[in-house]
């Protein structure tokens, strides 16, 4: 067990190996982004670059790790101590202060550069009292030292830039807006559900703290690796997800938790994502949120990151907001819970694809066949669509609207005289009687069949013609257009060539 860790590293967990249906080991899912935002990447083989983080000495404090940030500061001042306390008594002994107090000092025409400083001790105290400005009043400068004094100036600036930097440095690490991204939460899990008839990826963003982050903004990026059409292989290639970027659903008002919704759509990387296939996906979601801490001014970013294993399908947050005596009550112990809800488990693709297979496509009307030569030769024609009126052409076809106004008004009031001759037994024009057996055959035909089927199946064109009895188009005119005719046999109001058809049989 110990060299299969040291083989493969403490990421891989043991298995039964006496069973055959023993899962093999599997390796740790391996984060780009850490559950509480800290970017899971190192920098190596950096070579001379380092030179770059002295140059910005400042910022590598403020970086760097409290633990390092305590012991710089402490170093940094016991070294600062010592180093002028040393100076100090470096002095100290060059003028013979020293030797002076070893002889025991009586000789009073003697002027020590400071006062009361015999050995390393004292020296250190004396540096103590003037850089802390306590001032005990026991040991003192003398004007008959100008060393000490040029030391004394030193000293002053040397103390003021180090506590302005340490300092500085260490107020600046205090009030990082790092520390008010922690309370700022995540839901432990995303879900994929339906919301408004559209599947969605939803997480929830909470605040802790009753002061505001002003102008928040949230975004998300999809980590997946990925092969371009060129064969070039992206380990870590970084998509954007639309969180409501044309709608400003973006920006937040994060007074209470809200419930942040991706739509996924043809534009979405989730279009081809079902719930079968996320259990063979590998992706990393992470979510950034930005936004200015209202008490301090500066900008504060809080990230999170949801694997495949973390995206729940079929899921939805449970409410965790409640009204109460005049105010609200956000229920926080209910943040991170779910609770089942009836989702397809086909992707979005899936769907379209079947609901464009379902639907019923749009049928494809035929042209109307033109019209024959008006002429003799023309009565082929109308013959044809005698024949295809008994036939019973389609009735959904109309074509009325688009005969001229005249031609419908004459086509209808034609056929109606025309029913009525046929019903009635009435003498046709040219006196003969209208009979079954002296009707042609197409007549016969429709009149066997219900009026009602006959004119739903025969255009109108088709009527205006079966009343001209296999005559020519062009004889049929409004009898108002015609010359007003007195007088004579019934067969003298009718056409030239009606009368010598009528002639001929």
């Known amino acids: ?30 984060r780009f982004v850490e559950k509480n935002g800290r970017c899971n990447v190192q920098h190596g083989n950096l070579g001379g670059e380092t030179s770059r983080y002295i140059s910005d000495l400042f910022t590598t404090l403020v970086d760097l790790k409290w633990r390092w940030n305590l012991l710089i500061f402490i170093l940094t001042y016991t070294v600062a101590w010592l180093v002028m306390a040393s100076m100090w008594w470096l002095i100290a002994l060059i003028r013979g202060d020293l030797q002076q107090h070893a002889r025991g000092g009586h000789d009073a025409s003697y002027t020590p550069c400071v006062a009361n400083v015999y050995n390393f001790p004292s020296a250190f105290l004396f540096f103590i009292e003037t850089e802390a400005t306590i001032g005990y009043g026991y040991r003192y400068i003398t004007e008959k030292c100008p060393e000490g004094i040029i030391l004394f100036l030193f000293q002053s600036l040397l103390g003021s830039i180090v506590d ?67 064969g070039e292989f992206l380990p870590l290639d970084q998509c954007e997800l639309d969180v409501g970027f044309g709608t400003g659903a973006d920006q937040l008002f994060l007074v209470s938790p809200l419930t942040i919704c991706h739509e996924i759509n043809s534009k979405s990387p989730f279009f081809d994502l079902s719930q079968r296939s996320l259990m063979n996906e590998q992706f990393e979601i992470v979510v950034i949120l930005e936004g200015i801490v209202e008490t301090t001014g500066m900008t504060c970013q809080a990230r999170t990151s949801y694997t495949e294993d973390e995206v729940l399908w079929g899921n939805r947050f449970l409410p965790v907001m409640s009204l109460e005596e005049g105010f609200f009550r956000v229920d926080y112990s209910q943040f991170h819970n779910t609770f089942e809800v009836p989702t397809p488990p086909f992707s979005v693709k899936e769907q379209e694809e079947k609901s464009s297979l379902t639907s019923p496509k749009p049928q494809a009307v035929a042209p109307a066949p033109s019209s024959p030569t008006v002429g003799n030769g023309g009565r082929g024609g109308c013959r044809g669509r005698l024949l295809s009126a008994d036939n019973a052409a389609d009735p959904a076809e109309d074509h009325a609207g688009r005969l001229p106004r005249k031609l419908q008004r004459m086509s209808s009031t034609r056929e109606e005289q025309m029913w009525r001759g046929v019903k009635s037994n009435a003498p046709l024009p040219g006196g003969k009687a209208s009979s079954t057996g002296d009707l042609p055959l197409s007549i016969q035909r429709l009149r066997s069949s219900s009026i009602p089927a006959v004119r739903q199946g025969v255009r109108p064109e088709e009527r205006v013609q079966l009343l001209s009895l296999d005559g020519n188009p062009e004889d049929l005119e409004p009898e108002r257009q015609r010359p007003p005719q007195t007088g004579g046999r019934p067969e003298d109001n009718l056409p030239a060539k009606l009368r010598r058809m009528n002639a001929d049989r």
């Open 1 to 30: 067990m110990a060299a299969m860790r040291r083989k493969f590293g403490e990421d891989y967990q043991a298995v039964n190996s006496g069973s055959a249906c023993a899962p093999v080991a599997k390796r740790k899912r391996q």
């Open 164 to 230: 302005a930097f340490l300092i500085g440095c260490m107020f600046i690490k205090m009030s990082q807006p790092k520390k008010r991204a922690e309370t700022l939460m995540f839901s432990q899990d995303a879900v994929i559900s339906q919301r408004d008839g559209r599947l969605c990826l939803m997480f929830r963003v909470g605040n802790l703290r009753n002061s505001h982050m002003v102008s928040a903004q949230i975004r998300c990026k999809l980590i997946k690796s990925r092969q371009t059409p060129e």
